[in-house]
């Protein structure tokens, strides 16, 4: 029971890798609240983890939205008196290149991916700056190498590994007690990798899905237990002297 009296927030948690956190979290003792803009998604993973025995609630919540960021810290402050881990997890990954990206597209991406993380990130530190927490973002192997069809991901990923690290520094030098870290997923197999490969036509989604089991070195995709494992140490105590730093889970591929 690494979590036991936390309260933790995880943004996106009606899927995939949020889920995984969710129930992991959960497992350790957490309470925790899951939110989700598919509101019945994060329902569902909520009453399952209530069923296995685990305390968590569901929230409806669009990360771009500045008030329903603050209104829903307010609302855990309210009923559980303290927010202790928030897990900026929600994202998507819109295909296209730097040539074929749509602006609106860009925007979209960085509204969703970067912007949220900053606006999740500024509200935990609000609630957590008393008596301290762990924020953890998530990043991926693409805020650290580039990608030729995923651009406006990249460049959103970017942001949030090196805006996670003047947090970091920011809280230290005020000394909040509040850490902030990045995780960065390799490739793991969730509804977003799938979704962006159906997003591609055929023959271009079978190249792209061979050239990335080429390029891992352990040659295969990771499980979202793989990154809910280190958000759980990222979000314990057992990680009390780390913070602005980088936790990399992609089997190797950024080694090279
Ligand atoms: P997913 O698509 O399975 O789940 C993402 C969840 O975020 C969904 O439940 C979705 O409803 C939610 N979401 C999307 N937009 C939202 C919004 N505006 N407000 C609130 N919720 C919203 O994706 P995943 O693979 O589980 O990805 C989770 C995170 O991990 C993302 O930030 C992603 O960029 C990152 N990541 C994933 C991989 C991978 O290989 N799967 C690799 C690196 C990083």
């Known amino acids: 029971m690494r979590m036991t009296n936390k309260v933790v927030l995880i943004t996106g948690a009606g899927s995939g890798l949020g889920e995984a956190m969710a129930r992991r979290l959960a497992q350790e003792g957490a309470l925790v609240v899951a939110s989700d803009i598919d509101f019945a998604a994060v329902q569902g993973v909520v009453a399952s983890i209530v069923a296995s025995g685990g305390h968590a609630e569901a929230e409806h919540q669009d990360v771009t939205d500045e008030a329903r960021w603050t209104a829903l810290v307010d609302a855990v402050l309210a009923r559980h008196g303290h927010l202790d881990v928030l897990v900026n997890n929600a994202g998507i990954a819109l295909?296209?290149?730097?040539?074929?990206?749509?602006?609106?597209?860009?925007?979209?991406?960085?509204?969703?991916?970067?912007?949220?993380?900053?606006?999740?990130?500024?509200?935990?530190?609000?609630?957590?700056?008393?008596?301290?927490?762990?924020?953890?973002?998530?990043?991926?192997?693409?805020?650290?190498?580039?990608?030729?069809?995923?651009?406006?991901?990249?460049?959103?990923?970017?942001?949030?590994?090196?805006?996670?690290?003047?947090?970091?520094?920011?809280?230290?030098?005020?000394?909040?007690?509040?850490?902030?870290?990045?995780?960065?997923?390799?490739f793991i197999l969730t509804p977003m990798v799938e979704n962006a490969l159906a997003g591609m036509p055929a023959e271009q989604a079978a190249a792209f899905h061979a050239r990335i089991i080429d390029s891992i070195p352990v040659r295969a995709m990771g499980e979202p237990r793989d990154i809910a494992n280190g958000v759980l140490f990222l979000a314990s105590d057992e990680s009390r002297y780390m913070t602005g730093t980088e936790l990399v889970i992609d089997g190797g591929y950024t080694a090279r």
Not at 105 to 134: C, P, Y
Not at 159 to 164: A, D, K, L
């Open 95 to 186: 295909t296209g290149s730097a040539e074929d990206t749509t602006l609106a597209d860009w925007q979209r991406t960085q509204r969703v991916n970067l912007d949220a993380v900053f606006l999740g990130t500024r509200e935990a530190i609000r609630a957590m700056k008393t008596r301290g927490g762990s924020i953890v973002n998530i990043s991926s192997i693409e805020g650290i190498v580039g990608e030729p069809l995923t651009a406006a991901y990249n460049a959103s990923k970017g942001g949030v590994r090196i805006f996670t690290k003047s947090a970091a520094l920011h809280c230290a030098a005020e000394g909040y007690g509040i850490r902030v870290n990045s995780v960065h997923p390799g």
